[in-house]
C-alpha cells in the first residue's frame, strides 16, 4: 500500500479495495445497496485516501486465519485420498505429508513471526 495519501489511486489500488469490500459484503457486514454504493466510490475515488475511506470502517481480513483454513480443508482432502489409495493397496508412504508439512512449516513460521511482533 502506498505510504502517501494523497498518491493517485491506481488500478491495483481499486481492485484490492474493491475486494475488501465484496469480502465484507460475503460476511453480511453490509447490505447489497451499500456494496454498491461503496463500489460506485471506489471507482470514483482519485487518490488512496479516497480509497482507504471507504473501507476504514471495516475489520482488517486475516489473512494469516485464511492460510490456516486452506492448510486444513488441502490437508483433509489430500489426506483422504492417501486413506483411499492405501485402503485399495496403494503406497503406504504417507506422501499427502510432502504437501502439507512444509506448508504448515510456513504458515507456523509467520503465525510465530506475527504474535512475537504484536508483543514487542
Given amino acids: 500500500m502506498p505510504s502517501d495519501p494523497d498518491a493517485p489511486a491506481s488500478g491495483a489500488d481499486r481492485e484490492r479495495h474493491a475486494e475488501i469490500l465484496r469480502h465484507a459484503y460475503a460476511k453480511s457486514r453490509f447490505g447489497p445497496d451499500e456494496l454498491d454504493t461503496r463500489l460506485a466510490g471506489v471507482g470514483a475515488a482519485r487518490t488512496v485516501a479516497d480509497l482507504e ?33 492405501r485402503a485399495t493397496g496403494g503406497p503406504s508412504f504417507p506422501w499427502f505429508l510432502v504437501i502439507s ?20
Fill in 53 to 85: 475511506a471507504l473501507t476504514a470502517d471495516l475489520p482488517e481480513r486475516d489473512t494469516l486465519r485464511d492460510g490456516w483454513i486452506a492448510w486444513g480443508a488441502v490437508t483433509v482432502i489430500v489426506g483422504l485420498m492417501w486413506l483411499i489409495t
Fill in 101 to 120: 508439512a512444509p506448508w504448515a512449516a510456513v504458515l507456523l513460521t509467520l503465525t510465530l513471526r506475527k504474535r512475537s511482533s504484536a508483543q514487542g
